[in-house]
Each structure stands twice: as structure tokens, then as C-alpha cells.
């Protein structure tokens, strides 16, 4: 079993590797040489543990997230899912998907698309719930939308996708106040 790393983030390093016949992802958080040792072993417990709760959590509620094989102090293990990056057929999808996780009060806090993954069956899945949180408030779901949509319009190639997949979000959420408050931010931004 070897590991083979495939990417790397401020907070973790992503691994694939081949057990018992399954490709996998091991997700390993990296400790930070400027924080107290004894408080970066305690962070990283701490958030590991917080992720793998909302990994549960979201697909309790029929929301598609990789299965999780193991947590441990530092790292969890779980299920990879070829990703077809098949986003432009799928953006209302997306909008819908993302109601529903705010729908049990499950903030992302890292929306982009690479923390969204769609099949071959054009299943969407979350992953990556590093920063994510449990909020019922307003001004949280509308910053989590908010971060998405900037970072869809700072591409060219998806500068396109935010008005279709606020559609499919707007078609099931029950909260019209969300959207209301992301212009509302926004226009607070601007002053800034």
C-alpha cells in the first residue's frame, strides 16, 4: 500500500491509495510549526473530528459525500470518486444541492468546484468540509453562497455558471432571505 499524493492545501495533504482492491483518498492534516505543539495536535483533532461529524451529518440527510472508511487524530480515509468535471449541464443541480446542505444548517465554508464532484452518473458530491460549520444563520448561508460566487466569477471559463446555479438553489430553497443577503454584503463590501 503505497501512498501517492495528489494534492496539497493549507491544511492538509491528499493522498490516493489501493486497499483491499478500492482506489482511495486519504486526507492528512499538516501540523504548523508556528503554533504551540500541544495546541496544534488538539487543532487538528479538533477539526478532523469536526469534519468527519459534517461528512456524516450531510449524508445522513441524502446529501452525496464520500463514504468514510476511518477517522483518526490526523487523517480521515474515505471512498474516491472519479470526477467528471461535468459542471455546465449540472449548475442548477449544484444550486439545488448546496439549498439542500443549508437546509440542515450545514455551512461548506470552502464552496468552489473543486469541493464538488460529479460522476459518471451526474451525481453531485461534497467534499471537503474542512471550514465547515453548523449555522441556521442567514448571513452565514448567504457568505457561503457569496464565496462561491466569487470565486466562480474570478475564472473566465466559469464566470457564467453563478445565474443558473442560483436558479436551482432559489427552486428549492425555502429561504428567500439568503439570496436578499448576499446583496446585502455585497453592497457592504464595497465600502470597505
Do not use: C
Not at 58 to 75: E, N, Q, S
Not at 118 to 136: E, V
Request: hydrophobic share 35%.
Amino acid at each position: 500500500m503505497t501512498l501517492k499524493k495528489i494534492n496539497s492545501g493549507a491544511e492538509a495533504e491528499i493522498y490516493s491509495i489501493l486497499a483491499f482492491e478500492k482506489k482511495l483518498i486519504v486526507k492528512k492534516r499538516i501540523s504548523k510549526k508556528y503554533r504551540n505543539p500541544t495546541l496544534d495536535k488538539k487543532i487538528i483533532k479538533t477539526r478532523n473530528k469536526q469534519e468527519a461529524n459534517l461528512l456524516q451529518k450531510v449524508k445522513r440527510a441524502g446529501i452525496l459525500t464520500p463514504t468514510i472508511y476511518y477517522v483518526g487524530k490526523d487523517k480521515i480515509i474515505q471512498e474516491f470518486i472519479e470526477d467528471t468535471k461535468n459542471y455546465k449541464p449540472n449548475l442548477k443541480k449544484i444550486g439545488k444541492e448546496i439549498a439542500k446542505l443549508h437546509e440542515i444548517n450545514v455551512v461548506h465554508g470552502d464552496l468552489n468546484l473543486i469541493n464538488i464532484i460529479i460522476n459518471k452518473k451526474n451525481q453531485i458530491y461534497f467534499i471537503d468540509f474542512g471550514l465547515g460549520a453548523i449555522s441556521n444563520k442567514i448571513e452565514d448561508k448567504a457568505t457561503d453562497l457569496l464565496v462561491f460566487k466569487k470565486t466562480l466569477l474570478s475564472k473566465k471559463e466559469t464566470k457564467n455558471y453563478w445565474p443558473e446555479i442560483i436558479k436551482g438553489y432559489q427552486n428549492f430553497s425555502k429561504n428567500s432571505q439568503i439570496i436578499e443577503k448576499i446583496e446585502i454584503i455585497e453592497k457592504r463590501a464595497r465600502y470597505l
